[in-house]
Protein backbone atom coordinates (compact mmCIF):
# COMPACT_ATOMS: atom_id res chain seq x y z
CA UNK A 1 0.00 0.00 0.00
CA UNK A 2 1.46 3.43 -1.03
CA UNK A 3 2.41 5.71 1.51
CA UNK A 4 -0.51 8.24 2.00
CA UNK A 5 1.89 11.19 2.56
CA UNK A 6 3.98 10.65 -0.77
CA UNK A 7 1.06 12.19 -2.52
CA UNK A 8 1.70 14.65 -5.31
CA UNK A 9 -0.87 17.19 -5.36
CA UNK A 10 -1.14 19.43 -8.84
CA UNK A 11 0.05 22.53 -6.42
CA UNK A 12 3.00 20.75 -5.73
CA UNK A 13 3.65 19.44 -9.43
CA UNK A 14 3.24 22.88 -10.86
CA UNK A 15 6.01 24.10 -8.63
CA UNK A 16 8.09 21.74 -8.95
CA UNK A 17 7.65 22.46 -12.77
CA UNK A 18 8.13 26.09 -12.64
CA UNK A 19 11.71 25.48 -10.57
CA UNK A 20 12.32 24.02 -14.37
CA UNK A 21 12.26 27.30 -15.85
CA UNK A 22 15.20 29.83 -13.82
CA UNK A 23 12.66 32.65 -15.90
CA UNK A 24 9.52 31.67 -13.87
CA UNK A 25 7.53 34.50 -11.50
CA UNK A 26 4.84 31.89 -10.56
CA UNK A 27 2.49 34.09 -12.13
CA UNK A 28 1.48 31.19 -14.69
CA UNK A 29 1.64 28.59 -12.41
CA UNK A 30 -0.97 30.86 -10.27
CA UNK A 31 -3.05 30.63 -13.71
CA UNK A 32 -2.79 26.68 -13.61
CA UNK A 33 -3.98 26.65 -9.91
CA UNK A 34 -6.48 28.80 -10.72
CA UNK A 35 -8.18 26.20 -13.82
CA UNK A 36 -7.46 23.34 -10.92
CA UNK A 37 -9.79 25.13 -8.47
CA UNK A 38 -12.53 26.13 -11.88
CA UNK A 39 -11.92 22.23 -12.71
CA UNK A 40 -13.16 21.26 -9.19
CA UNK A 41 -16.03 23.27 -9.21
CA UNK A 42 -17.30 22.29 -12.37
CA UNK A 43 -16.48 18.46 -11.66
CA UNK A 44 -18.39 19.09 -8.65
CA UNK A 45 -21.35 20.38 -10.97
CA UNK A 46 -21.27 17.66 -13.73
CA UNK A 47 -21.56 15.29 -10.92
CA UNK A 48 -24.32 16.95 -9.47
CA UNK A 49 -26.16 17.96 -12.58
CA UNK A 50 -28.80 14.97 -12.73
CA UNK A 51 -29.76 16.61 -9.38
CA UNK A 52 -30.07 19.83 -10.26
CA UNK A 53 -31.81 21.89 -12.62
CA UNK A 54 -28.37 22.28 -14.79
CA UNK A 55 -29.14 19.59 -17.39
CA UNK A 56 -30.82 20.31 -20.37
CA UNK A 57 -30.17 24.19 -23.01
CA UNK A 58 -30.86 27.95 -22.14
CA UNK A 59 -32.59 27.97 -25.31
CA UNK A 60 -29.49 29.98 -27.28
CA UNK A 61 -27.14 29.48 -29.46
CA UNK A 62 -23.46 30.59 -29.50
CA UNK A 63 -21.70 31.76 -31.88
CA UNK A 64 -21.19 28.67 -33.43
CA UNK A 65 -24.49 28.45 -34.02
CA UNK A 66 -25.05 25.40 -32.07
CA UNK A 67 -27.35 24.67 -28.75
CA UNK A 68 -25.76 26.28 -25.47
CA UNK A 69 -26.27 23.85 -22.48
CA UNK A 70 -27.04 25.12 -19.52
CA UNK A 71 -23.56 23.56 -18.00
CA UNK A 72 -21.78 24.98 -21.09
CA UNK A 73 -23.18 28.43 -19.44
CA UNK A 74 -22.14 27.71 -15.73
CA UNK A 75 -18.54 26.16 -16.78
CA UNK A 76 -17.92 29.38 -19.21
CA UNK A 77 -18.93 31.88 -15.74
CA UNK A 78 -16.59 29.49 -13.28
CA UNK A 79 -13.61 29.68 -15.35
CA UNK A 80 -14.42 33.27 -16.15
CA UNK A 81 -14.72 34.19 -12.37
CA UNK A 82 -11.53 32.83 -10.93
CA UNK A 83 -9.43 33.98 -13.76
CA UNK A 84 -10.81 37.55 -14.53
CA UNK A 85 -9.32 39.27 -11.12
CA UNK A 86 -6.04 37.77 -10.48
CA UNK A 87 -4.03 40.26 -12.25
CA UNK A 88 -2.22 37.65 -14.60
CA UNK A 89 -4.19 37.55 -18.17
CA UNK A 90 -4.73 40.24 -20.49
CA UNK A 91 -7.87 38.54 -22.26
CA UNK A 92 -9.61 35.00 -22.39
CA UNK A 93 -11.10 34.04 -25.52
CA UNK A 94 -13.95 30.94 -24.58
CA UNK A 95 -15.96 29.05 -27.36
CA UNK A 96 -19.01 30.01 -25.88
CA UNK A 97 -17.75 34.22 -26.64
CA UNK A 98 -17.24 35.49 -30.25
CA UNK A 99 -14.97 38.42 -29.18
CA UNK A 100 -12.10 38.19 -26.89
CA UNK A 101 -13.33 38.41 -23.65
CA UNK A 102 -11.83 41.55 -21.60
CA UNK A 103 -10.38 41.72 -17.67
CA UNK A 104 -12.73 44.19 -15.74
CA UNK A 105 -11.07 47.68 -15.93
CA UNK A 106 -11.53 47.70 -11.85
CA UNK A 107 -9.28 44.28 -11.94
CA UNK A 108 -5.49 44.72 -13.38
CA UNK A 109 -4.50 43.06 -16.21
CA UNK A 110 -1.59 40.66 -16.97
CA UNK A 111 0.89 39.21 -19.44
CA UNK A 112 -0.88 35.80 -20.24
CA UNK A 113 -3.51 34.83 -22.74
CA UNK A 114 -6.39 31.93 -21.63
CA UNK A 115 -7.85 30.28 -24.24
CA UNK A 116 -10.74 27.76 -23.31
CA UNK A 117 -13.36 25.42 -24.13
CA UNK A 118 -15.07 25.81 -21.40
CA UNK A 119 -17.18 22.40 -21.74
CA UNK A 120 -16.51 20.39 -24.53
CA UNK A 121 -18.68 17.00 -25.75
CA UNK A 122 -22.09 19.01 -24.75
CA UNK A 123 -24.23 16.73 -26.60
CA UNK A 124 -23.53 14.07 -23.94
CA UNK A 125 -24.52 16.24 -20.69
CA UNK A 126 -27.99 14.97 -20.53
CA UNK A 127 -27.40 11.46 -20.83
CA UNK A 128 -23.81 11.14 -18.32
CA UNK A 129 -21.41 10.62 -20.99
CA UNK A 130 -17.83 12.03 -20.35
CA UNK A 131 -17.21 15.24 -21.31
CA UNK A 132 -14.59 17.41 -20.69
CA UNK A 133 -12.76 21.23 -20.53
CA UNK A 134 -9.87 22.48 -22.84
CA UNK A 135 -7.30 25.19 -21.97
CA UNK A 136 -4.18 26.62 -23.29
CA UNK A 137 -2.28 29.73 -22.02
CA UNK A 138 -0.11 31.95 -24.06
CA UNK A 139 2.04 35.29 -23.56
CA UNK A 140 0.62 38.42 -24.91
CA UNK A 141 2.55 39.52 -27.99
CA UNK A 142 1.15 43.26 -28.71
CA UNK A 143 2.43 45.92 -26.56
CA UNK A 144 -1.09 46.68 -25.29
CA UNK A 145 -2.12 46.77 -21.82
CA UNK A 146 -5.12 45.07 -22.20
CA UNK A 147 -5.07 42.15 -24.87
CA UNK A 148 -5.75 42.46 -28.71
CA UNK A 149 -7.13 39.65 -31.12
CA UNK A 150 -3.42 39.79 -32.29
CA UNK A 151 -2.37 38.29 -28.83
CA UNK A 152 -5.13 35.69 -29.37
CA UNK A 153 -4.30 34.39 -32.63
CA UNK A 154 -0.79 32.50 -32.11
CA UNK A 155 0.11 29.22 -33.26
CA UNK A 156 -0.12 26.64 -30.78
CA UNK A 157 3.67 26.08 -30.87
CA UNK A 158 3.55 29.57 -29.10
CA UNK A 159 1.15 27.96 -26.31
CA UNK A 160 3.57 28.14 -22.76
CA UNK A 161 0.64 25.77 -21.36
CA UNK A 162 -2.01 23.10 -22.28
CA UNK A 163 -4.33 21.12 -20.73
CA UNK A 164 -8.35 19.43 -20.25
CA UNK A 165 -10.14 18.27 -17.75
CA UNK A 166 -12.51 15.30 -18.50
CA UNK A 167 -14.99 14.15 -16.27
CA UNK A 168 -15.59 11.19 -16.56
CA UNK A 169 -15.86 7.86 -14.59
CA UNK A 170 -13.10 9.86 -12.17
CA UNK A 171 -12.50 13.37 -13.00
CA UNK A 172 -8.74 14.12 -14.50
CA UNK A 173 -6.61 17.15 -15.08
CA UNK A 174 -4.26 16.60 -17.96
CA UNK A 175 -1.29 19.12 -18.94
CA UNK A 176 1.61 19.76 -20.15
CA UNK A 177 3.84 23.39 -20.09
CA UNK A 178 6.77 21.58 -22.21
CA UNK A 179 8.69 18.81 -19.59
CA UNK A 180 6.57 16.10 -20.37
CA UNK A 181 2.88 15.43 -20.14
CA UNK A 182 1.30 14.39 -16.34
CA UNK A 183 -2.17 13.34 -15.69
CA UNK A 184 -3.88 14.33 -11.86
CA UNK A 185 -7.14 12.46 -10.85
CA UNK A 186 -9.29 14.39 -8.66
CA UNK A 187 -9.68 12.50 -4.57
CA UNK A 188 -13.19 14.22 -4.17
CA UNK A 189 -12.79 12.92 -0.55
CA UNK A 190 -10.08 15.99 0.25
CA UNK A 191 -10.79 17.70 -2.62
CA UNK A 192 -7.38 16.90 -4.32
CA UNK A 193 -5.92 16.59 -8.00
CA UNK A 194 -3.03 13.96 -6.70
CA UNK A 195 -0.34 13.06 -9.67
CA UNK A 196 -1.69 9.50 -11.21
CA UNK A 197 -0.18 9.53 -14.60
CA UNK A 198 3.27 10.81 -14.43
CA UNK A 199 4.89 11.74 -18.08
CA UNK A 200 2.34 10.32 -20.32
CA UNK A 201 3.82 8.64 -23.58
CA UNK A 202 1.28 6.63 -25.99
CA UNK A 203 1.96 3.61 -25.97
CA UNK A 204 4.03 2.39 -29.08
CA UNK A 205 2.63 -0.22 -30.58
CA UNK A 206 -0.67 1.47 -30.18
CA UNK A 207 -3.70 0.23 -29.55
CA UNK A 208 -5.31 -0.65 -32.71
CA UNK A 209 -8.40 1.99 -32.03
CA UNK A 210 -9.46 4.28 -34.92
CA UNK A 211 -11.92 7.45 -33.30
CA UNK A 212 -14.43 9.07 -36.55
CA UNK A 213 -17.98 9.42 -36.78
CA UNK A 214 -17.98 7.14 -39.59
CA UNK A 215 -21.73 8.73 -39.95
CA UNK A 216 -20.35 11.02 -42.32
CA UNK A 217 -18.00 8.61 -44.80
CA UNK A 218 -20.41 9.25 -47.80
CA UNK A 219 -19.19 12.91 -47.73
CA UNK A 220 -15.20 11.90 -47.48
CA UNK A 221 -12.72 12.94 -49.87
CA UNK A 222 -11.65 9.35 -51.62
CA UNK A 223 -8.53 9.60 -49.94
CA UNK A 224 -10.12 9.88 -45.83
CA UNK A 225 -12.38 6.87 -47.24
CA UNK A 226 -9.88 4.66 -48.42
CA UNK A 227 -8.04 5.24 -45.36
CA UNK A 228 -10.89 3.97 -42.84
CA UNK A 229 -11.07 1.17 -45.49
CA UNK A 230 -7.55 0.47 -44.46
CA UNK A 231 -8.22 0.51 -40.80
CA UNK A 232 -11.35 -1.57 -41.09
CA UNK A 233 -8.92 -4.17 -43.16
CA UNK A 234 -12.42 -3.87 -45.80
CA UNK A 235 -12.10 -3.63 -49.88
CA UNK A 236 -9.47 -5.57 -49.85
CA UNK A 237 -7.23 -2.97 -47.98
CA UNK A 238 -4.31 -5.52 -46.29
CA UNK A 239 -3.72 -5.83 -42.34
CA UNK A 240 -5.93 -7.26 -40.10
CA UNK A 241 -8.95 -4.64 -39.09
CA UNK A 242 -8.58 -2.20 -35.92
CA UNK A 243 -11.53 -1.42 -33.61
CA UNK A 244 -13.42 1.75 -33.72
CA UNK A 245 -14.29 3.70 -30.75
CA UNK A 246 -16.20 6.90 -30.91
CA UNK A 247 -17.39 9.01 -27.60
CA UNK A 248 -18.47 11.91 -29.42
CA UNK A 249 -16.44 14.36 -27.04
CA UNK A 250 -13.13 15.12 -28.20
CA UNK A 251 -11.74 15.52 -24.57
CA UNK A 252 -12.96 11.69 -23.57
CA UNK A 253 -12.23 10.28 -27.70
CA UNK A 254 -8.54 12.35 -27.06
CA UNK A 255 -7.56 10.48 -23.28
CA UNK A 256 -8.20 7.47 -24.76
CA UNK A 257 -5.86 7.98 -27.26
CA UNK A 258 -3.57 9.52 -25.22
CA UNK A 259 -3.41 6.56 -22.80
CA UNK A 260 -3.72 3.45 -25.05
CA UNK A 261 -2.79 4.99 -28.59
CA UNK A 262 -4.32 4.86 -31.60
CA UNK A 263 -5.75 8.24 -34.17
CA UNK A 264 -9.21 10.22 -33.62
CA UNK A 265 -10.09 11.79 -36.61
CA UNK A 266 -12.61 14.79 -37.34
CA UNK A 267 -12.20 15.09 -41.00
CA UNK A 268 -13.03 17.55 -43.59
CA UNK A 269 -16.08 16.78 -45.61
CA UNK A 270 -18.24 17.85 -48.72
CA UNK A 271 -20.60 20.30 -45.81
CA UNK A 272 -18.06 21.26 -43.45
CA UNK A 273 -14.69 21.67 -46.06
CA UNK A 274 -12.68 23.15 -42.34
CA UNK A 275 -14.22 20.22 -40.66
CA UNK A 276 -16.09 20.80 -36.92
CA UNK A 277 -13.28 21.42 -34.09
CA UNK A 278 -11.62 24.59 -33.32
CA UNK A 279 -8.30 25.38 -33.81
CA UNK A 280 -7.21 27.57 -30.96
CA UNK A 281 -8.83 25.67 -27.82
CA UNK A 282 -9.45 22.34 -28.81
CA UNK A 283 -7.08 21.77 -31.81
CA UNK A 284 -3.77 23.20 -30.72
CA UNK A 285 -4.04 22.41 -27.01
CA UNK A 286 -4.68 18.69 -27.79
CA UNK A 287 -1.74 18.40 -30.37
CA UNK A 288 0.99 19.97 -27.96
CA UNK A 289 -0.13 17.26 -25.12
CA UNK A 290 0.23 14.43 -28.05
CA UNK A 291 3.51 15.39 -29.58
CA UNK A 292 4.89 15.63 -25.50
CA UNK A 293 3.43 12.21 -25.13
CA UNK A 294 5.62 11.16 -28.65
CA UNK A 295 2.18 11.30 -31.29
CA UNK A 296 1.48 13.70 -33.47
CA UNK A 297 -1.61 16.06 -34.69
CA UNK A 298 -2.45 16.93 -38.33
CA UNK A 299 -4.40 18.99 -40.58
CA UNK A 300 -4.46 15.98 -43.03
CA UNK A 301 -1.58 17.87 -44.33
CA UNK A 302 -0.01 19.94 -42.11
CA UNK A 303 0.81 19.98 -38.23
CA UNK A 304 -1.52 22.03 -35.85
CA UNK A 305 0.73 23.48 -34.31
CA UNK A 306 2.14 25.25 -37.27
CA UNK A 307 -1.37 26.41 -37.76
CA UNK A 308 -1.52 30.42 -37.16
CA UNK A 309 -5.17 31.21 -36.46
CA UNK A 310 -6.22 33.92 -38.40
CA UNK A 311 -9.90 34.36 -37.14
CA UNK A 312 -10.59 33.16 -33.16
CA UNK A 313 -13.17 30.19 -33.84
CA UNK A 314 -11.04 29.37 -36.87
CA UNK A 315 -12.82 25.17 -37.51
CA UNK A 316 -9.53 22.94 -38.60
CA UNK A 317 -9.81 19.10 -39.97
CA UNK A 318 -8.30 17.00 -37.10
CA UNK A 319 -5.89 14.22 -36.97
CA UNK A 320 -4.56 13.48 -33.91
CA UNK A 321 -2.80 10.09 -32.47
CA UNK A 322 -0.18 7.61 -32.64
CA UNK A 323 2.64 9.19 -35.00
CA UNK A 324 2.76 6.30 -37.36
CA UNK A 325 -1.06 6.66 -37.49
CA UNK A 326 -1.49 10.19 -38.21
CA UNK A 327 1.45 9.78 -40.82
CA UNK A 328 -0.44 7.10 -42.48
CA UNK A 329 -3.47 9.20 -42.89
CA UNK A 330 -1.80 11.69 -44.25
CA UNK A 331 -0.10 9.69 -46.80
CA UNK A 332 -3.84 8.46 -47.72
CA UNK A 333 -4.99 12.18 -48.05
CA UNK A 334 -2.30 13.48 -50.49
CA UNK A 335 -3.49 11.57 -52.90
CA UNK A 336 -6.99 13.92 -53.12
CA UNK A 337 -4.42 16.14 -54.76
P1 LIG B 1 -18.49 21.14 -28.00
O1 LIG B 1 -19.44 20.40 -27.12
O2 LIG B 1 -17.45 21.93 -27.23
O3 LIG B 1 -19.21 21.97 -29.04
O4 LIG B 1 -17.62 20.06 -28.80
C1 LIG B 1 -18.30 19.02 -29.40
C2 LIG B 1 -17.39 18.39 -30.41
C3 LIG B 1 -16.40 17.40 -29.81
O5 LIG B 1 -16.51 17.26 -28.44
C4 LIG B 1 -16.74 16.09 -30.47
O6 LIG B 1 -15.58 15.42 -30.90
C5 LIG B 1 -17.58 16.51 -31.67
O7 LIG B 1 -18.21 17.71 -31.32
C6 LIG B 1 -18.62 15.48 -32.02
O8 LIG B 1 -19.22 15.93 -33.23
P2 LIG B 1 -20.23 14.95 -34.04
O9 LIG B 1 -21.46 14.88 -33.18
O10 LIG B 1 -20.43 15.63 -35.36
O11 LIG B 1 -19.53 13.62 -34.19
MN1 LIG C 1 -15.56 21.33 -27.84
MN1 LIG D 1 -17.77 23.44 -25.81
Not at 3 to 16: A, E, G, N, P
Not at 161 to 171: F, Q, R
Not at 206 to 234: C, I
Request: glycine letters at 10%; one cysteine or more.
Amino acid sequence: MKDDTHVVTIDRHIIDQERLQPEATGAFSSILTDIALAGKIISHKVNMAGLMDVLGRTGDTNVQGERVEKLDVFAQEVIYRAMDHTGHLCCMVSEEHPEPIPIPEKFPAGPYVLVFDPLDGSSNIDVNVSIGTIFAIYRKVSNEERGTEADCLQAGRKQLGAGYVVYGSSTMLVYTTGSGVHGFTLDPSIGEFILSHPNIRIPDPPARYYSVNEAYYSRWSPGQKRFVDRLRGTNGASGPGFSSRYIGSLVSDFHRTLLKGGIFMYPSDERNPSGKLRLLYEASPLAWIAEEAGGRASDGRRDILDLVPEELHQRTPFYIGSTELVSLAEEYLSEDG
